[in-house]
T-cell receptor, first 112, second 113 residues
Framework: QKEVEQNSGPLSVPEGAIASLNCTYS??????FFWYRQYSGKSPELIMS????GDKEDGRFTAQLNKASQYVSLLIRDSQPSDSATYLCAAPIGGSARQLTFGSGTQLTVLP | GAVVSQHPSWVICKSGTSVKIECRSL??????MFWYRQFPKQSLMLMATSNEGSKATYEQGVEKDKFLINHASLTLSTLTVTSAHPEDSSFYIC?????????FGPGTRLTVL
């Protein structure tokens, strides 16, 4: 089992729809979780972090964390073509509070 | 805030030469920086953790004598790819730790001919 696992997609949604991206992780002691967006040919950009169970909203983005299920998700409301990118889930795995393990990423395409 | 720069943004070199990549945190100090490598269509692979004032910690399978890391100040880490070969061609990305999160530089695309 991968330490941080994502559905690689590709995921396509129409413009204006909700895009739902999912991630599971293997380390029960992980306390912080991150979502990064990576456009093709560019480096990752941090868009959300979440530390507590429940939802965290920032603009059109909502991160959801369920530590009991070891599951974290990212919802993008009112999806725009500019949201088309690869979304990477990351968590500290293996006891290191700073090193992040990244999932393989989910490629999202928002169709105009 | 949390701006990280890298230089150069791209470099083409001949096989056998060495290439130095700089990573700077512009508006904060970073005791910890990380170096990643990403091949096309693949995810980020951590190469090493760079700690200011001490030796870098390399991931399994990464040759420390080939990928030299120096973190001499709180705002600068350098990665030197020594005796580069075509298989070293990749996208090298640094990140700097700030609080709980990591902030990435724009990356350096290395092509070894």
């Amino acid at each position: 089992q991968k330490e941080v696992e994502q559905n690689s997609g590709p995921l396509s949604v129409p413009e204006g729809a909700i895009a739902s991206l999912n991630c599971t992780y293997s380390d029960r002691v992980s306390q912080s979780f991150f979502w990064y967006r990576q456009y093709s040919g560019k480096s990752p950009e941090l868009i959300m972090s979440i530390y507590s169970n429940g939802d965290k909203e920032d603009g059109r983005f909502t991160a959801q964390l369920n530590k009991a299920s070891q599951y974290v998700s990212l919802l993008i409301r009112d999806s725009q073509p500019s949201d088309s990118a690869t979304y990477l889930c990351a968590a500290p795995i293996g006891g290191s509070a700073r090193q992040l393990t990244f999932g393989s990423g989910t490629q999202l395409t928002v169709l105009p | 805030g949390a701006v990280v720069s890298q230089h150069p943004s791209w470099v083409i070199c001949k096989s056998g030469t060495s290439v130095k990549i700089e990573c700077r945190s512009l508006d904060f100090q970073a005791t910890t920086m990380f170096w990643y490598r990403q091949f096309p269509k693949q995810s980020l692979m951590l190469m090493a953790t760079s700690n200011e004032g001490s030796k870098a910690t390399y991931e399994q399978g990464v040759e420390k004598d080939k990928f030299l890391i120096n973190h001499a100040s709180l705002t600068l880490s350098t990665l030197t790819v020594t005796s580069a070969h075509p298989e070293d061609s990749s996208f090298y990305i640094c990140s700097a730790q700030r609080g709980e999160g990591q902030f990435f530089g724009p990356g350096t695309r290395l092509t070894v001919l």
